[in-house]
């Protein structure tokens, strides 16, 4: 044994007014520091008149806004699609612009595009290396409202278009269009593509447009270029939607659809309405109705459908002639209903599959409603495509190949994220985790609820589940997600700190205080862009409670974590030294106690004890709470903590 662990267990022996000997006790090496994991200055930055203190939006808080008109044909025998985007741009923040910079996701996919040069020759969800695709933006013209050309310089998936006089602070506009095509690709990092299928392609058009790139106060221009991992960070307003495509198609779009009557038949309009009153799904187009051409209106080659969504920062939509589309209407908390749409091939039809979509949509949407806020759109369209799965305002991406638990788990998961980040505007470029992990967290509510928990399989084993989250090859959760190994996205951003969302609500905070805070998060940053100070500055305000400790460990770094029995006196000269139990925090990352206590008559005595207990502590001995022989104590019983060494959290009197 180390003589200065011996010395240490002496000492907490003598102050407790026992010796080793009286009982049982072990000891290993400890990488615990009380003054690294309770250290105080957390914090970088004090609150400011942008962001308060608290956590809430300061009393000058600020945010730009941007509303587009677009009008787009889509060629679907050459994947083209041609447009034109006018963007209204308003300047509120308290600075003069000389410049704005715009987004072109869809550069990432030339041949020199960053994103396309950095994928590695192995698989990724994000592009192939050899792939001979050569896609990318073609910008035909820029141009102000005055229609005077405009200056710009394109960089990768960035355009900065410099204005011929400053653009005023606190209220200033300008207007902006850019005429432009591009070629669909059919594998666009997973988040748009093409899909063949036996009645025609599907086309998920997204990150279609030239987009405005977020001004704050945090960074200025937010100019990450797109690159796979990092998904968005756009600026709020509302969007005029004109799509031009061939006759036999159907367009959905994440949006109002103003003029159904002329993009659909007569019988098929009538049960669109039909559907939108339906609490039951309404077949519009049924499978049998795909392969007739009656089954689309007739006469024309193409038809524009528009369409128009307000307060959303993106808009995105799909397209194709082999769409069977049903629906039914979504009951908000108001009173108030939306309207649950799916569309999806022959293909995806049958065996617990995609027929089933429209009600779990349905489903999704109406339970976070009522647990966090009401759903803000006007519809909620889900999309069978050549995706995995993937999320837009108001319309989303799935797996055309998804059934029963796993199309339900996508669905709920990509309506999710109608509130992080649809609604709460965090951004994805830099911190994955305040949108997929959030979601992640109240995806498991959701699943708990739906149709008596018929696809729901409780955690299990936290203790199991450490060695996969605090692996220490992993980077922190507060990477940036083009700073992670692709392989570790999935543990970072979505499950590890979706699990600490659990953890935090379940056994540091209890649900009433967090499920309170959460709660204040989301409708003080609705249509805001919050930052991760933000979020842990709420948290505790509203809660009552430091949770610096928790924050630094499980998000900042990636600290283990590892409690356990290190003495039990069973028997002492003096009768006040029975009992006497001492644990250690042998890792990083301290966590509150629960301790079983098992007695020769059979009875389990539960302590707890608080995580304050480490804050200047390396071991703690408590008195068990029984003048009965101890038989068995048992550190986490419910195996709710993420131990990744649970083998030193049991003590049995038998094999001592």
């Not at 090496?29 to 930055?45: C, I, K, L, V, W």
């Not at 996919?109 to 990318?136: C, M, N, W």
């Not at 909620?380 to 797996?399: L, R």
Request: charged fraction near 20%.
């Amino acid at each position: 044994m180390n003589k200065t662990r011996m010395a240490c267990i002496a000492c907490v022996a003598m102050l407790a007014g026992f010796s080793p000997s009286a009982g049982w006790a072990q000891t290993t090496g400890s990488n615990y520091d009380y003054t690294e994991a309770f250290n105080p200055f957390f914090y970088t930055n004090n609150g400011t008149e942008y962001r308060s203190a608290s956590g809430m939006p300061g009393p000058k808080y600020w945010q730009n806004a941007v509303d587009y008109k677009i009008s787009a044909r889509l060629n679907d025998q050459t994947n083209e699609i041609t447009a034109s985007v006018t963007l209204e741009y308003t300047n509120n923040s308290p600075d003069e612009l000389d410049f704005i910079w715009l987004q072109l996701d869809q550069n990432m996919f030339s041949q020199e595009g960053r994103g396309h040069l950095i994928v590695p020759l192995t698989k990724s969800r994000y592009g192939d290396a050899r792939s001979d695709f050569d896609g990318g933006y073609d910008i035909q013209a820029v141009k102000f409202g005055n229609g005077a050309a405009a200056e710009h310089l394109i960089t990768d998936t960035r355009m900065q278009v410099f204005l011929p006089e400053p653009l005023q602070a606190n209220g200033g506009k300008t207007t902006i269009t850019v005429d432009y095509s591009y070629i669909v690709p059919t594998h666009g990092a997973d988040r748009t593509s093409v899909l063949e299928t036996q009645n025609g392609k599907i086309f998920a058009v997204a990150q279609w447009f030239p987009r405005v790139a977020v001004y704050d106060d945090i960074l200025g221009w937010n100019v990450q270029p797109y690159t796979g991992p990092g998904e968005f960070y756009l600026e709020f307003g509302n969007y005029e939607v004109e799509i031009t495509a061939p006759a036999n198609h159907i367009v959905v779009m994440g949006g109002e659809l103003l003029n159904p009557k002329d993009v659909y038949t007569a019988a098929q309009a009538q049960r669109l309405e039909q559907a939108k009153k339906s609490d039951e799904t309404v077949v519009i187009r049924s499978a049998e109705e795909v392969t007739q051409a009656s089954s689309r209106p007739q006469g024309q080659k193409e038809l524009t459908w528009k369409f128009k969504l307000q307060n959303a920062h993106d808009v995105a939509w799909a397209s194709s002639p082999a769409f069977i589309v049903d629906g039914a209407k979504i009951n908000l908390p108001n009173g108030h209903t939306s309207f649950a749409l799916s569309a999806y091939p022959i293909e995806s039809n049958g065996g617990n599959g995609w027929e089933r979509s429209t009600e779990y949509t349905k489903a999704s949407i109406e339970f976070y409603s009522n647990l966090l806020m009401e759903y803000p759109y006007p519809v909620a369209v889900n999309v069978a495509a050549e995706i995995g799965g993937m999320e837009y305002p108001a319309i989303v991406f799935c797996s055309y190949k998804a059934k029963g638990r796993g199309l339900w788990g996508v669905t709920d998961h990509e309506f999710g994220h109608i509130w992080f980040p649809m609604i709460v505007g965090s951004n994805e470029r830099l911190h994955a985790w305040m949108d997929e992990g959030f979601n992640t967290f109240i995806n498991d509510l959701s699943t708990e609820a739906f149709n008596n928990g018929e696809y729901y399989r409780a955690a299990g084993d936290a203790n199991r589940l450490a060695q996969v989250l605090t692996r220490p090859d992993l980077e922190p959760v507060m990477s940036t997600p083009q700073n992670m190994q692709e392989r570790n996205i999935g543990v970072l951003a979505y499950f590890k700190p979706g699990f600490g969302l659990t953890l935090l609500r379940n056994e540091i905070l209890g649900p009433e205080r967090f499920d309170r805070a959460f709660k204040t998060y989301l409708h003080r940053w609705a249509y805001k862009h919050p930052t991760p100070d933000d979020f842990f500055r709420t948290m505790e305000n509203v809660a009552g409670e430091n949770l610096n400790w928790f924050w630094r460990g499980w998000f900042k770094y990636n600290w283990r974590f590892d409690q356990g029995i290190v003495m039990v006196t069973t028997d002492a000269s003096d009768p006040n030294d029975k009992g006497m139990i001492t644990i250690e925090n042998f890792e990083k990352m301290p966590m509150p106690v629960v301790v079983d206590i098992t007695t020769e008559s059979g009875k389990v005595h539960r302590v707890r004890l608080p995580v304050e207990i480490w804050e200047r502590n390396h071991t703690w001995t408590f008195k068990a709470p029984t003048d009965e022989k101890i038989v068995t104590i048992q550190l986490d019983p419910d195996k709710v903590y993420p131990d990744h060494n649970p083998d030193n959290n049991r003590w049995d009197i038998t094999e001592q």
